[in-house]
């Protein structure tokens, strides 16, 4: 059986780093089960366009968004608080 890349876990839901509650609390239509089948960003995407009846784009962007948002990153990518050459 080939298993794509995009099949692989990529931590987007880390129960660790609280991922899961900022999830649940952010798209209250996901049901546990949901949840409990979400492995990768691509996953979410799918089932946040599913449930909220968006476009795959806005999905997308939605997912990015929040992720930017819980790993404290902004839009560029880095730590809204990081000062170029000064690592936090």
């Known amino acids: 059986m080939c298993t794509r890349i995009a099949d692989h876990p ?7 780093d609280g991922h899961m509650r900022a999830a649940q609390a952010k798209w209250s239509r996901l ?3 949901d949840f409990s089948d979400i492995r990768n960003t691509q996953d979410l995407i799918t089932r946040v ?30 730590h809204p608080l990081a000062t170029p050459g000064i690592l936090i």
């Open 10 to 16: 990529d931590g987007i839901l880390d129960l660790a």
């Open 49 to 78: 366009e599913e449930r909220y009846s968006l476009s795959h784009a806005v999905a997308a962007r939605d997912v990015q968004l929040w992720d930017a948002n819980v790993r404290g990153e902004n839009e560029t990518g880095r």
């Open 31 to 33: 049901t546990p089960d």
